[in-house]
Every structure is written in C-alpha cells, then in structure tokens.
C-alpha cells in the first residue's frame, strides 16, 4: 500500500467495505489486483485513474496474465460492475474476479468470479441498481458451487 493515502488505508482495511464471502467463493488466487473506489476510479498501488486512464491502468497491471482481481464495494451497482467488467475486458482480461471476504475474524480473502455478457454461469436476473453483494449472494443460495461465475447481466 506504498503511496496510499490514510483515507483509501482505511478504506479498504474497513471490512463493510468488502462482499462477504459464501458458498460459491474460492481462496484468493492471488491475482493481480486493483481497487475500484467509490467514485469509479482505479486505484492501483496508490495511484487513481480516471476514466481516460482505466483501460490502460488495467492492461498495465494485467500484464501477461489472463485475469485480474477487483475490488469493489459490495453496495456497487450492476450497472457500475458492469462498467467496470467491459473496461476490463477492453483491458484484454478474459476473467475477472471479485474479492470478497470471510464474514468472521480473521478475514479470511475469497474471491468470485464474475462476467457480463452470455457465457456460463448463474444469471440471478436483477436489476441494474440491484447491488454487487446481493448477485452474489443470490449466486451462493442457488448454486453454491466454487468457481461457479456469477453472470452481471
């Protein structure tokens, strides 16, 4: 978290601020990861990006690897992840995770994996105000499978 400001610290350190992992959540790969602050941002290693910068900001920290984890508030729209899924696709990313975490001390890192578009997966059929945390957890009670991506269509 070099260059971070105490405010993004705290932010991420506050744990309303991450999903809350169930069912069909994974352990951490350990990808690579960014932030998505609650403005739209990337946030990466302390450096904010804008929306000129984000699908560049992402293809950077991609690098060779087909994914990329993100993390997202768990109030953050659909129609936002969603905006954020097709920038990360622009970015060359052919999967993308959410992070997400245990609901009990110590918080343990999950991850889920999400997509836009057709393609397998759980499709819960909210709407687009519908929040983040709510698809996933429609994803854990039906299917209930790790690995199982949640699709934010």
């Not at 744990?15 to 990466?44: F, H, K, N, R, Y």
């Not at 450096?47 to 990329?68: C, K, M, T």
């Not at 889920?112 to 698809?135: E, F, K």
Request: aromatic share 4%; charged share 25%; hydrophobic share 45%.
């Amino acid at each position: 978290m070099l260059g971070a400001s105490r405010a993004d610290v705290e932010r991420r350190a506050d744990p309303d601020g991450w999903p809350v992992a169930g069912a069909a959540a994974e352990p951490d790969p350990q990808l690579p990861e960014a932030d998505i602050d609650p403005t739209g941002e990337v946030v990466i290693g302390g450096q904010h990006y804008g929306a000129a910068e984000r699908v560049a900001a992402l293809r950077d920290l991609r690098g060779a690897s087909p994914a990329i984890a993100l993390h997202l508030r768990p109030e953050a729209t659909l129609a936002q992840v969603r905006g954020v899924l097709a920038d990360a696709r622009r970015a060359g990313a052919t999967r993308v995770a959410v992070v997400a975490r245990t609901d009990r001390y110590p918080w343990q890192r999950k991850i889920y994996w999400i997509a836009g578009g057709s393609g397998p997966g759980y499709r819960a059929g909210l709407r687009p105000t519908d929040s983040l945390q709510l698809v996933l957890h429609a994803t854990d009670v039906v299917a209930a499978v790790p690995g199982t991506v949640a699709r934010i269509d």
